[in-house]
């Protein structure tokens, strides 16, 4: 049974730049796809980008393009999330989730639908 813990998130100031980290256990991570997501207050759950770890092929969405990007720690089965010049509209809770990989899949999807597995979130507060 696939578990997943993040951390990382706190309290920053805007223009700061932060890594989120998702540790994985009770499964190989390079059998599944881990994505990020974030929710904000009122706000439905978005999407940011996903990594295939087994091909090490990252997917984000086009709005995350430039401030977001993903990478893993095959020895710690970590995925992280690093968020670089932080504004106020990236406050939120942020996930990561974990679905298995189709024997001949390239691409993962940044979107919720697929993941049956999640994290509980840590919160990220972008305040001056």
């Known amino acids: 049974q696939v578990q997943l813990v993040e951390s990382g998130g706190g309290l920053v100031q805007p223009g700061e730049s932060l890594t989120l980290s998702c540790a994985v256990s009770?499964?190989?991570?390079?059998?599944?796809?881990i994505a990020w997501f974030r929710q904000a207050p009122g706000k439905e759950r978005e999407g940011i980008s996903c990594?295939?770890?087994?091909?090490?092929?990252?997917n984000s969405l086009e709005a995350m393009k430039g401030r977001f990007a993903v990478s893993r720690d095959y020895a710690k089965n970590t995925v992280y999330l690093h968020i670089n010049n932080l504004r106020h509209e990236d406050s939120g809770v942020y996930y990561c989730?974990?679905?298995?990989?189709?024997?001949?899949?390239?691409?993962?999807?940044?979107?919720?639908?697929?993941?049956?597995?999640w994290g509980r979130g840590t919160q990220v507060t972008v305040s001056s």
């Open positions: 009770g499964v190989t991570l390079e059998d599944y796809a």
């Open positions: 989730a974990a679905d298995p990989l189709g024997q001949f899949q390239v691409l993962c999807t940044p979107s919720p639908l697929p993941y049956q597995s």
């Open positions: 990594l295939n770890v087994r091909n090490d092929r990252a």
